[in-house]
């Protein structure tokens, strides 16, 4: 898919934006087999995934706010990201609103932790797409973009930092 988008300056930009699906990024992914069944089953539907007694929707943490469809798509920039990894666990911890998910992800094994913001209403800027009332068209961008509406997603490796601690800290003042 090309993706046009105008910079501040109005300038045209255009870059190709390849959206996989589900199944080709976890047939390229090293994660774990039952790592990749959770991600499946989160895919699947939400009737099963707050089990905590070692079903494979375990490996795919999240709280009840979080709505299923939108850790979805943080799982996939991650497996897209980072295919090499041999994931087997991942913890999310976002905050929704309408039409953006803003938060945090660390995946095990390992030392990586990725700050991230979905946003379908700025990839709707980027294109130009307005809904009937003028606003940008957010359902579409989401329809058709899915998991790369991301605004940011920012991964480092290493112990958790301080920059990390204060970013959460910060993104959980705000929810208070």
Not at 21 to 47: H, I, M, N, Y
Not at 54 to 65: E, H, K, M, W
Request: aromatic share 10%; charged share 25%.
């Amino acid at each position: 898919m090309v993706n046009d988008y105008r910079t501040k300056d109005d300038t045209l930009m255009s870059t190709a934006i390849t959206i996989h699906t589900l199944e080709d990024l976890l047939a390229a992914s090293q994660a774990t087999p039952e790592f990749k069944d959770s991600v499946r089953t989160l895919a699947a539907g939400p009737s099963t995934l707050f089990m905590a007694d070692g079903l494979p929707q375990s490996r795919v943490i999240f709280d009840a706010a979080s709505p299923p469809v939108k850790v979805l798509r943080v799982v996939m920039k991650l497996l897209e990201e980072f295919p090499n990894e041999p994931f087997e666990k991942v913890t999310v911890d976002g905050r929704s609103g309408c039409s953006e998910y803003v938060g945090s992800l660390v995946a095990e094994p390992g030392d990586l932790h990725v700050q991230f913001t979905w946003d379908c209403a700025w990839r709707a800027q980027q294109q130009g797409w307005k809904d009937a009332f003028g606003f940008p068209d957010q359902i579409r961008a989401a329809r058709e973009f899915g998991y790369q509406c991301f605004l940011r997603f920012d991964a480092e490796r290493g112990p958790v930092s301080e920059a990390f601690r204060e970013q959460e800290s910060l993104r959980d003042e705000s929810l208070a």
